[in-house]
T-cell receptor, first 112, second 109 residues
Framework: DTAVSQTPKYLVTQMGNDKSIKCEQN?????MYWYKQDSKKFLKIMFS???????INETVPNRFSPKSPDKAHLNLHINSLELGDSAVYFC???????????FGAGTRLSVL | DAKTTQPNSMESNEEEPVHLPCNHS???????IHWYRQLPSQGPEYVIH???SNVNNRMASLAIAEDRKSSTLILHRATLRDAAVYYC??????????FGTGTSLTVIP
């Protein structure tokens, strides 16, 4: 079984739409993360979340919101998509918080 | 704010050692230095981490400067499968980690 899985793998959508990316981890970790990777391979943290605390990178627009139905899932909702949101989004998890992170395979988002 | 700096790219011949440098001058005294690598079209994967002493595992070695402001990831014998982007990371505020753009390693047959 894949430790951290994301769906979908590819997402193509129009500007202004709302979309979600799902992430599930079966490692029993308490902390999950979302990262954005741009075309130059710059990998940037967006959120880190455990059952106690959500930490938001201050540069992330409030159109992006993480939602966690339970400890094993951290979904990413994006409202009013813009061209600049096109990137690869990675989910990760770790135990403990700040420890070794395990990444999903990524979701390539293309906004047209 | 945390920030690591790495060369954008490096090349190595196959079967030769590779030394990938990283500066992390803002690292705090209690935070570990982590290294990850990202193979083409995959998510990053953990390579190694350390605090003060040099570390070895089956994938690589990590040499940490005495002042902890820099470190070097050592691949003892580069293979074609080692071609990837290598990131050194340090903790930023809270649970956030700074990755940056990493070093793209090309291995020449």
């Amino acid at each position: 079984d894949t430790a951290v899985s994301q769906t979908p793998k590819y997402l193509v959508t129009q500007m202004g739409n709302d979309k979600s990316i799902k992430c599930e981890q079966n490692l029993g970790h308490d902390t999950m993360y979302w990262y954005k990777q741009d075309s130059k391979k710059f990998l940037k943290i967006m959120f880190s979340y455990n059952n106690k605390e959500l930490i938001i990178n201050e540069t992330v627009p409030n159109r992006f919101s993480p939602k966690s139905p339970d400890k094993a899932h951290l979904n990413l909702h994006i409202n009013s998509l813009e061209l600049g949101d096109s990137a690869v989004y990675f989910c990760a998890s770790s135990q403990p918080t700040g420890g070794i992170q395990y990444f999903g395979a990524g979701t390539r988002l293309s906004v047209l | 704010d945390a920030k690591t700096t790495q060369p954008n790219s490096m090349e190595s011949n196959e079967e030769e050692p590779v030394h990938l440098p990283c500066n992390h001058s803002t690292i705090s005294g209690t935070d570990y230095i982590h290294w990850y690598r990202q193979l083409p079209s995959q998510g990053p994967e953990y390579v190694i981490h350390g605090l003060t002493s040099n570390v070895n595992n089956r994938m690589a070695s990590l040499a940490i400067a005495e002042d902890r402001k820099s470190s070097t990831l050592i691949l003892h014998r580069a293979t074609l499968r080692d071609a990837a982007v290598y990131y050194c990371t340090e903790r930023d505020t809270g649970n956030q980690f700074y990755f940056g753009t990493g070093t793209s390693l090309t291995v020449i047959p």
